[in-house]
């Protein structure tokens, strides 16, 4: 451990950074007054970053802690970045804007505001960052109500209301029982005490790419013998993709802690699970923005109104610049200073009011990327990215699920109380399996939690988003969840929940806590749902559920590296610049996993389908003739009656007066006429006039618009040069009427309708993995192609190309692989020995002295590999044996091994070995006891420390070993013993 201290020199950003040659170290920031933590930095590795928020002079101390390895220096730098007094302080609020159809919100979505990615029927909300984003609505023509109008003021209630709840209530509902939000050193600590202290099912990962402030992204995994690359399907569950979302978190790390209690107090649905699927949790994706968030959340906390926790109680003056800015705590984005920079810090452009910038990495992705709901300036708070995949956190994400099997996939946002899956773009229609199962699992894990279970469109269009990549990349079924809504709005008729009144990013802790435990009114009282801890078990029993995903199985050599492999180009949506698209861009897309096959030589492997979804379905149609001629009109704001407009400040004013109107035919398709589509478009001399646009279905088609005739397209920007609404297949043929409402326009303008051909038809092709079977060093014996389908299993044969031997030189590289995973035969049975295990040793001290990876752990026995084949078999007590001892006998054997006993041929006793007859065995015992259990017929024989055993069938010795002696001293007490892992025996 080391120490120095540091002295603030000015109120703002501290941020403190330790590297060393190895181990794993641990950074602090305390403040030498009070001892408080002011950030801290506990991620693996040698390599840490703690920043936080201090006053002018405060006096800190950093601690570095070597946790483990062998570096006795570490280099640790200081740096300090001012709050600018002079930057603008804006209020942040909440907004619901009105979108009474799907052609508003798609324009609100690309002014480049933050939208709050929640709604309901006919309306968007969306936080507004001071004036300017007010009057990019106004100048819109949206009309908007405030709900919130100081979000600041509302986090400090809810931070107040946590102080409160914490005081109240020991031990939260929680698995963990926490009773407050976490810091990012919380989650990197609590991962890493997790895998320290449960190394059988839980086991550390760290993301190759780092972040822009050099942070890097953890997880962990969790699964029955968490080593073994053993081909289970996988279930990712993450969160904070938006840095202010904090419950999308608190969720998945809860979920960890769920699988691990569950585990290690053997509930039977936990342990089942565990055996047949993978679980990876990666709580936090931007911890460089959830740390800024979550830092200026205490710090607003503890400011002037809230009075807990200051730097330094006579400083308190000193950082009111630091909290009067509410920005910082809403940061949505990672931090990109700017385009195609290769660093970026969020304190840096917080201090300097540059708090808008940098990329959201939900609209990121690859797949779609570039297209409607994103913004394309680093200022637009959905902002997109130079490029696809341009960002360290959508980097990590795809490294993470290109590596892995994921068939279930869930990133966790916040507050909307929906289940969102694929598409994010109403063009794309249903997903290929929305009825083979994809739809169902999303309804039924919102059965549990009352969400609203819907495509990802049905909100608004979006782009670049998580799913749309990972889902079309892979065929794992993948969800967003956006938890938490305090006030559902509920369909009069139906009961149902159709939209969210009120929620909160990071609502009270107590809120949360409801939301996981399924307490909530909307989970209880209509469906008596159990929150998303319920909601999460239904994803991890889809998850392991083969109808949900493929299988194949087979044979091969002990030892052998199987891989899967798919290459090719993902497209991203037509590029959006200046409103308009351009062109679709393709990047490269690698899948690559690897399952090592075990000592029997017979492996199962869980995959996805082999085509996927991108080019599993059908698209365009074949042409069956040319899109019909355009056609040309033209308006103005003055001139005859029946073509003048004038202003009228109104964009939707019925006053004929104040619009003009034009009527076109749309033609039937047939008879060489083919129009998939169809695009109004007027356009005027410069933004200066402001003309808004309507178009209407004439149904009775006499020529004016009247109360039958349905609006079917909107278009009212403001401050541009155009409006443009398009309609595509299905529509109805037959007469529109596009009416222009003159707003406040002096310029007169010219129109277009173009009809567009159908897109070129795609037809849906069959994609296949490249499955091949590899030495231990890599060196392929055998490729071939694997077809297959969601909801099927099927055989491999390798045949001759990998037989049991695969290694050039007999077998020497499946036996390197043995040495490395098995246990070594040595020292046979001697004393309480079998081999390198021992009797009376207690578990935890027994795995660490034999050091190999278990083929399976259940009910109190260990089970492992032998080198030269076959398996040792460690037993702990279990209730069935401890039942009817007495205490001090309990005790006795407390967590220790009772039992060892071995298939392997190399392991003698009494000059028995596997495979020897059962007459052979009864006369070099002489006076041994004979007990049958189930199938199996027992030889027991007395030792100086130990009980001698033999299990036989069939005539042959097929297991031998060494068994407690206290415990088999008499008949009754032997089958006892032999049956206390399963009621069958042994």
């Not at 997109?384 to 994921?406: A, C, I």
């Amino acid at each position: 451990m080391a120490r120095r201290s540091f002295t603030a020199p000015s109120s703002g950003w501290v941020a403190a950074r330790l590297e060393a040659d190895s181990g794993d170290w641990d950074l602090g920031l305390f403040d030498q007054a009070t001892g408080s933590r002011v950030a801290g930095g506990s991620s693996l590795g040698a390599s840490e970053v703690a920043s936080g928020l201090a006053a002018r002079g405060q006096e800190l101390t950093l601690q570095a802690c070597r946790r483990s390895g062998t570096a006795e220096d570490a280099k640790i730098t200081v740096d300090a970045t001012a709050i600018d007094p002079d930057a603008k302080v804006e209020r942040s609020s909440l907004v619901r804007v009105s979108t009474p159809n799907r052609d508003r919100k798609t324009e609100l979505t690309n002014l480049g505001l933050d939208m709050a990615e929640h709604g309901g029927p006919g309306y968007l909300e969306v936080v507004l960052h001071g004036a300017d984003d007010a009057d990019k609505l106004r100048e819109a023509k949206f009309a908007f109500t405030t709900e919130e109008r100081d979000l600041a003021v509302t986090d400090q209630a809810a931070r107040e209301a946590d102080a409160r709840f914490a005081q109240r209530v020991r031990a939260s509902a929680l698995p963990s029982q926490r009773t407050s939000y976490r810091t990012l050193a919380d989650y990197t600590m609590e991962m890493k005490r997790l895998a320290e202290q449960n190394p059988d099912i839980v086991k550390s990962i760290s993301l190759p790419f780092k972040t822009y402030e050099g942070r890097t992204v953890e997880g962990i995994e969790i699964t029955e013998d968490v080593d073994r690359r053993d081909g289970k399907p996988v279930f990712l569950n993450m969160g904070v993709h938006h840095a202010r979302e904090w419950p999308a978190g608190e969720h998945p790390m809860e979920w960890a802690y769920e699988l691990v209690n569950g585990y290690k107090a053997n509930n039977p649905r936990v342990r089942n699970l565990m055996g047949r699927a993978r679980t990876v949790v990666v709580p936090i994706i931007n911890p460089d923005g959830f740390n800024h968030s979550r830092t200026r959340g205490t710090a607003a906390a503890s400011g002037p109104g809230g009075g807990r926790g200051a730097p330094n109680p006579g400083q308190e003056n000193e950082i009111v610049n630091i909290l009067s800015n509410p920005t910082g705590e809403y940061r949505r984005k990672n931090c990109r200073l700017a385009d195609n920079s290769e660093s970026g810090n969020c304190d840096a452009a917080f201090a300097a009011g540059l708090a808008a910038t940098g990329v959201d990495p939900n609209r990121n992705y690859g797949g779609l990327w570039g297209g409607p709901g994103a913004g394309e300036g680093i200022t637009d708070e959905t902002y997109r990215g130079p490029g696809p995949f341009s960002e360290p956190e959508t980097k990590n994400v795809k490294d993470l699920v290109s590596k892995r099997q994921v068939t279930t996939l869930i990133t966790n946002h916040t507050f909307s109380d929906l289940i969102l899956r694929p598409p994010g773009l109403q063009s794309l229609g249903d997903p290929p399996d929305e009825n083979r199962g994809y739809k169902a699992l999303g309804d039924a894990m919102a059965a549990e939690n009352g969400y609203l279970s819907q495509k990802g469109f049905e909100l608004y269009d979006t782009t670049g988003t998580t799913e749309d990549w990972s889902y079309g990349a892979t065929g794992g079924f993948g969800f967003t969840f956006e938890i938490g809504c305090t006030e559902p709005t509920i369909n009069e008729e139906s009961g149902e929940k159709v939209g969210c009144d009120q929620g909160h990013f990071h609502p009270p802790y107590a809120e949360m806590v409801k939301e996981y435990e399924g307490n909530t009114t909307r989970s209880d009282e209509t469906r008596d749902g159990q929150g998303n801890r319920e909601a999460y078990f239904i994803a991890l029993e889809s998850t392991a559920n083969s109808n949900r995903h493929s299988v194949i199985a087979g044979d091969a050599p002990s030892g052998a590296v199987l891989r899967l492999k798919k290459s090719f180009k993902t497209k991203t949506s037509p590029v959006l610049r200046g409103g308009e698209e351009t062109e679709v861009q393709e990047f490269d897309d690698n899948l690559d996993t690897t399952l090592r096959v075990g000592g029997t030589g017979l492996f199962e492997w869980h995959i996805n389908p082999s085509t996927r979804p991108d080019v599993a379905k059908t698209r365009g149609r074949p042409r069956q003739g040319e899109p019909s001629p355009k056609v040309d009109f033209s308006g103005s704001p003055g001139g005859p009656p029946a073509d003048g407009a004038t202003p009228s400040g109104d964009a939707n004013s019925e006053e004929p007066v104040f619009h003009n109107e034009h009527v076109f035919q749309v033609p039937a398709n047939g008879g060489g006429v083919d129009n998939a589509e169809f695009t109004v478009r007027i356009e005027w001399a410069t933004i200066t006039s402001d003309w808004d646009t309507r178009l209407y279905r004439d149904a009775n088609s006499n020529g004016i618009v009247d109360g039958g005739d349905p609006v079917v397209g909107t278009s009212q920007q403001g401050t541009t040069d155009f409006e443009q609404i398009s309609l595509a297949e299905p529509y109805t043929p037959g007469q529109y009427i596009f009416r222009v409402n003159n707003f406040a326009a002096t310029e007169a303008y010219t129109g277009t309708v173009t009809f567009q051909s159908p897109p070129p038809f795609q037809p849906a092709i069959q994609e296949r993995w490249t499955l091949t079977c590899e030495t231990p060093e890599g060196r392929a014996r055998t490729t071939q192609q694997v077809l297959i389908d969601r909801n099927q299993s099927k055989p491999i044969d390798f045949g001759s190309a990998c037989p049991r031997s695969i290694s050039a030189n007999a077998g020497l590289d499946a036996l390197a692989f043995a040495r490395r995973t098995c246990l070594a035969p040595r020292r046979g049975i001697r004393g309480k020995r079998v081999g390198p295990a021992a009797l009376s040793r207690t578990r935890a001290r027994q795995r660490r002295i034999l050091r190999r990876p278990r083929l399976k752990s259940r009910k109190g026995i260990d089970r492992y590999c032998v080198i030269g084949g076959g398996t040792l078999r460690a037993g702990y007590p279990t209730r069935r044996l401890n039942a009817g001892m007495s205490s001090r006998a309990r005790k006795r054997i407390r967590k220790r091994a009772v039992l060892a006993i071995s298939t392997s041929k190399r392991f003698r006793l009494r000059k028995l070995r596997v495979g020897s007859r059962t007459r052979t065995l009864r006369k070099r015992l002489k006076g041994e006891r004979r007990i049958r259990v189930g199938k199996n017929v027992w030889y027991t024989d007395g030792a100086k420390r130990t009980r001698l055993l033999f299990r036989t069938r069939r005539g042959r010795v097929r297991e031998l070993g060494l068994g407690n002696k206290r415990l088999t001293t008499t008949r009754r007490g032997t089958v006892r013993f032999l049956r206390a892992w399963d009621r069958r025996g042994l």
